[in-house]
């Protein structure tokens, strides 16, 4: 029964490990650097290196993705960016509102905010960029 379920839920539950590494990654490396540089500027950062490994690790263990040839892999990086940027833009105006218009900590609005770019990155996932390869 067990066995089943965790079959049946593999990729929600590969998604959630690594998406949850992929988010621990962004907060750490924002915490990081959020002392030292504009907000933004450092969710910037924390967003493009986090989004190198959730491609990595979405493609690889989580979708189990298998591209064939050169220009199948660049159009599904292009589509896993091309949404990896629609997040952003949510992740970006979810900053500035719990930053600089509530004056939330910038670490606690990085965490409520990581969650629901985590789910809506599933979703894109899962639907539109790795979709045509399961």
């Known amino acids: ?5 965790i079959k049946k839920y593999r990729s929600v539950i590969s998604y959630l490990v690594f998406g949850g590494l992929t988010t621990l990654l962004n907060i750490i490396v924002f915490a990081l650097l959020n002392p030292v540089m504009n907000y933004q500027v450092a969710n910037i950062i924390a967003w493009f290196l986090s989004v190198l490994f959730a491609y990595i ?3 690889l263990w989580v979708f189990s993705s298998k591209t064939h040839g050169l220009a199948a892999l660049v159009k599904e990086m292009s589509s896993f ?3 990896r940027i629609l997040s952003l833009i949510m992740d ?3 900053m500035w509102l719990g930053i600089s218009v509530l004056h939330a900590n910038p670490v606690l609005t990085k965490i409520v905010d ?18 045509s390869n399961r």
């Open 57 to 59: 690790t979405n493609k």
């Open 81 to 83: 960016f091309f949404f």
């Open 1 to 5: 029964m067990i066995i089943q379920l």
């Open 92 to 94: 970006i105006f979810m």
């Open 114 to 131: 990581n969650v629901v770019v985590v789910v809506a990155n599933y979703f894109f996932s899962k639907w539109y960029i790795f979709k």
